[in-house]
T-cell receptor
């Protein structure tokens, strides 16, 4: 069945450092979505990528979808304490499969 | 437009009791998903429903767990004879009609179940 691997599982950074999480699917995806879950909260939709090689930006966040539509990344430039939380990718190919998430902690 | 609503937000049960978790999707949404999240772990898909139909229950434990989404009223996730290992946060999400695998899922606040 479809598998979505996400790395790293945890990332600790100093405030101001960059952060990247990677998502890899065992199958070609129709699209990929990214969600953020704050500690104690619920997942909140961030963005959806559909096209091969697509790059989208939201302020300090940059999302990429690989050419083969099997991998994706989320990069945060100059992290802030408000960026803490767990970032999930969701691969869609007939069904939705969540990655296990990358939990980001930011030291002030 | 109210978001996805879940109740109760917190539920405490003793071993052997039943737990009923409710989810009201966003207005106009006809797809409902249930996920379980154990402490310090990711979201695990349980079941996907449309009105009066279970579309995919591949993530549901074979025993004690059931889900429904009736024509009227909220979706219900029911856990019979709860055990301590059922303690988790249960999230419901909904998406609009159409190709569900391409739609954004909107999550509710979750129900945090504690089994004593």
């Amino acid at each position: 069945g479809q598998q979505v691997m996400q790395i790293p599982q945890y990332q600790h950074v100093q405030e101001g450092e960059d952060f990247t999480t990677y998502c890899n699917s065992s199958t070609t995806l129709s699209n990929i979505q990214w969600y953020k879950q704050r500690p104690g909260g619920h997942p909140v939709f961030l963005i959806q990528l559909v096209k091969s090689g697509e790059v989208k930006k939201q302020k300090r966040l940059t999302f990429q979808f690989g050419e083969a539509k099997k991998n994706s990344s989320l990069h945060i430039t100059a992290t802030q304490t408000t960026d803490v939380g767990t970032y999930f990718c969701v691969g869609n190919a007939g069904k939705s499969t969540f990655g296990d998430g990358t939990t980001l902690t930011v030291k002030p | 437009n109210a978001g996805v609503m879940q109740n109760p937000r917190h539920l405490v049960r003793r071993r052997g009791q039943e737990a009923r978790l409710r989810c009201s999707p966003m207005k106009g949404h006809s797809h409902v998903y249930w996920y379980r999240q154990l402490p310090e772990e990711g979201l695990k898909f349980m079941v996907y429903l449309q009105k009066e139909n279970i579309i995919d229950e591949s993530g549901m434990p074979k025993e004690r767990f059931s889900a429904e989404f009736p024509k009227e009223g909220p979706s219900i996730l029911r856990i019979q004879q709860v055990v301590r290992g059922d303690s988790a946060a249960y999230f419901c999400a909904s998406s609009p009609p159409g190709l569900a695998n391409t739609d954004t899922q909107y999550f509710g606040p979750g129900t945090r179940l504690t089994v004593l």
